[in-house]
């Protein structure tokens, strides 16, 4: 979170042109650099000094309209846009994918306001702005994962009211969600929430992971990266800092655990990725692969690069 | 095959391509120019000015050009266009009681000082197609001059019409509630405190509870279907509040700032607003002897079912201050403050059709998982029920196979 320099006037865009200016091909012209004006820059990162210095408590923001729905991710763009200096490298993964639509809108977005250099490779990138998953290829210190929050509150879903959720956290009062989750063993025999499954922060908030599935859970766990959340439409941030403990909500008799498929992925051979099904006819054929494609393109690259130099007939898959 | 499932920067582009197309239609008709839909589609541009949170009739008709006529759309680049400009400075209240009034009448008496004037109101048109409007070539000009040639007078309702111009009159005309003031029989309105910063939710997140000022401001930029949904049934006993509309009033309102270096106030124009002033019944209560309550509403443009919902609604909202039982949807702060925004609602909404595959996989896993469970454990109905569904189509035959791998 370096100082960012302003770019672009303040002024009125006429006719909201994106005609270039000197330098980056791409960059509109009109808007601040990386969109957001300073001042509110300023105040979102005020926000995530807050939420970083209380682990896993929501900090309310004055969230800004943004060019883009509610819903698609403006938490995470405000939070991205706020903390993004010239010299970072930007992911945005979207399913765990860098080529879905809306991961490629929201760096295209950042590509024409901010001009940053943008990566699809997990390691180089400085900011990974995420929806719905954890990249499988380990983080590590001074990388930043963003992500995008539809329903900042772990509570809302036994208790809709925002004034009753918080003070249920105030007193530290997190028997509903335990409640819930017991329901869930007494009716079907073991815990049925699979994505967005709560986690309790350095031992005092409950706070919602987002919906990443519960495989990417343990990720959170004591990761080296910040992780920041944002949701805009909820006009909330928060955050984990790194190395700090994420507890997946369980039992002693009922430990958490994770997903697992019979399958691998059919592209690289991953027994340990998060697998996506595609259907691939109408008869209901289907294959099954790494949802995080970044991982899946360097596993196999390396396969084949091992191939290029022993010639064996399958390498064997790297650790994860 | 599988790239195909996820979308590219060139989908994107192709998909911006359509949109501009369609939005042009048929190359055979004249392009509509933004002057045309300030001018003839007034209502529209009202409308996305008042949710849009900004006076501007010329881009919000631009707005509604490029969104195709969609309001909503065309709101939400209001919006974010607004987000994007600087705050220069703050301005007086404007003051309804010094409005040129283009419409303003009242539910509550037949007659009052400055008369009722019904203005430019669908309220007593017959809704019959007017089909001499789709005649091409026609003199619609015609009905315009006679219009303007009308006397104002002629609008007036009643005797004591002042005769002032169509365009508004400029004598100052009392708010109807206020000449009732003398008796005590109507809330005062609080006076305007200075020194107390008024709310202003496009910088400050929502806090519950939220105090009038905030909760009006969320009115004043809420969809105007939802405000008329929530309106609507509170007056089918869903927290009724007696209502009658006790004023509304539409024209122009000069907008006035005090710069600190002149200390007094200059006019920088005119804003046209409509403004629904509701009386309420009201019971007393220990502290306070029987009177009328009110209900406020206000929007930029001609938006008078808006301000109307908006008022029935703010009354609704007063519940708790009043002392009155707070048990309806229209009532309920969080239910109605978290809920109104049509940017929040229509994304919130429309947002389920991004990809969600990851968490659809994630519970796939899971019923597939609890579907072997229950099958183990009652071999017999849950064998035969998973039979007969392989029947009817194929693909869950290949489901189970791949469950039993």
């Not at chain 2, 920067?9 to 933004?34: C, D, K, N, Q, Y």
């Not at chain 2, 509550?108 to 203005?119: R, S």
């Amino acid at each position: 979170m370096k100082p960012v320099e302003s770019v672009g006037a303040a002024a009125r865009p006429a006719g909201m042109s994106d005609t270039a200016v000197t330098g980056t091909p791409h960059l509109m012209e009109g808007y601040n650099f990386a969109y957001l004006d300073e001042q509110t820059k300023r105040m979102v990162r005020r926000s995530i000094l807050k939420a970083v210095a209380i682990p896993g408590h929501q900090v309310p923001f004055g969230s800004r309209e943004m060019p883009l729905a509610y819903g698609w991710g403006t938490g995470g763009i405000q939070v991205t846009a706020s903390i993004l200096g010239p010299d970072d490298v930007l992911k945005v993964i979207d399913q765990g994918a860098d080529d879905t639509t809306n991961a490629v809108s929201i760096r295209r977005l950042f590509e024409r306001t901010a001009g940053v250099a943008t990566t699809d490779h997990t390691e180089d990138a400085t900011i990974i702005q995420t929806r719905h998953r954890v990249p499988e290829k380990p983080l590590r210190e001074r990388q930043i994962l963003v992500y995008q929050v539809p329903i900042p509150e772990p509570l809302r879903f036994v208790e809709p009211r925002e004034l009753e959720t918080r003070r249920l956290h105030a007193l530290n009062e997190y028997d509903l969600m335990h409640l819930k989750l017991y329901e869930d063993i007494a009716k079907h025999g073991h815990i049925a929430t699979t994505y967005d499954y709560p986690v309790l922060v350095h031992g005092r908030y409950l706070m919602s992971p987002s919906p990443i599935p519960k495989f990417d859970n343990p990720k959170m766990h004591r990761n080296p990266a910040l992780q920041l959340f944002g949701a805009g439409r909820e006009k909330r941030i928060y955050a984990v800092p790194p190395y700090t403990e994420v507890r997946s909500l369980d039992f002693e008799d009922h430990p958490f655990e994770i997903q697992h498929w019979e399958q691998q992925c059919e592209i690289c051979g991953s027994g340990e990725s998060f697998l996506d099904e595609v259907i691939l006819d109408d008869h209901g054929r289907r294959m099954f692969v790494c949802s995080d494609t970044d991982y899946c393109r360097t596993r196999r690259d390396t396969a084949a690069a091992g191939q290029a130099a022993a010639s064996p007939r399958r390498a064997a898959p790297e650790e994860a | 095959m599988y790239v195909a499932v996820k979308g590219g920067e060139r989908a994107i582009l192709a998909s911006h391509e359509a949109v501009a197309a369609a939005r042009r239609g048929s190359l055979e008709v004249p392009e509509m120019t933004v002057t045309q839909i300030r001018e003839q589609l007034g209502l529209a541009v009202d409308r996305v000015m008042a949710e849009g949170a900004l006076y501007d009739p010329d881009l919000a008709a631009l707005a509604i050009k490029q969104s195709r006529g969609d309001l909503l759309e065309a709101i939400h680049l209001l919006r974010a266009y607004r987000t994007t400009l600087p705050r220069l400075g703050f301005s007086a209240p404007i003051d309804t009681g010094r409005m040129a009034v283009r419409r303003r009448i009242s539910a509550t008496f037949k007659d009052v000082p400055g008369g009722q004037i019904l203005g430019p109101t669908f309220d007593y048109t017959h809704r019959l197609l007017d089909f001499s409007l789709a005649a091409e070539g026609a003199r619609p000009d015609q009905a315009h001059r006679h219009s303007l040639s009308t006397p104002a007078g002629d609008q007036h309702v009643g005797k004591s019409g002042n005769g002032n111009g169509a365009n508004g009159t400029a004598t100052p005309m009392p708010r109807i509630l206020d000449v009732l003031h003398g008796e005590g029989l109507v809330e005062r309105e609080r006076e305007d405190d200075e020194a107390q910063p008024v709310a202003d939710l496009t910088r400050e997140p929502l806090t519950l509870p939220a105090e009038r000022d905030a909760r009006l401001q969320n009115l004043a930029r809420a969809d105007e279907g939802f405000l008329l949904g929530l309106g609507y049934s509170t007056q089918r006993g869903y927290g009724r509040n007696h209502p009658f509309a006790g004023e509304i009033r539409m024209g122009e309102v000069a907008l006035e700032i005090v710069p600190e270096e002149l200390g007094f106030a200059i006019d920088i124009g005119d804003l046209t607003v409509t403004e629904c002033q509701m009386v309420n019944q009201f019971h007393g209560s220990k502290e306070v002897p029987p009177q009328f309550t009110r209900g406020y509403g206000l929007s930029f443009g001609y938006c008078e079912r808006k301000t109307m919902a908006m008022a029935l609604v703010d009354r609704a909202l007063r519940g708790r201050e009043l002392g009155e039982p707070v048990a309806a949807p229209a009532q309920d702060q969080e239910f109605v403050l978290y809920h109104s925004d049509a940017l929040e609602a229509a994304g919130f909404v429309q947002h389920l059709k991004l990809p969600h595959y990851i968490d659809f996989q994630a519970e796939l896993e899971l019923v597939r998982r609890m579907r072997a469970e229950a099958a183990a454990a009652s071999p017999v109905a849950v064998g035969s029920a998973g039979a007969a569904s392989a029947r009817t189509t194929s693909a869950q035959v290949t489901a189970s196979a791949g469950e039993s791998r």
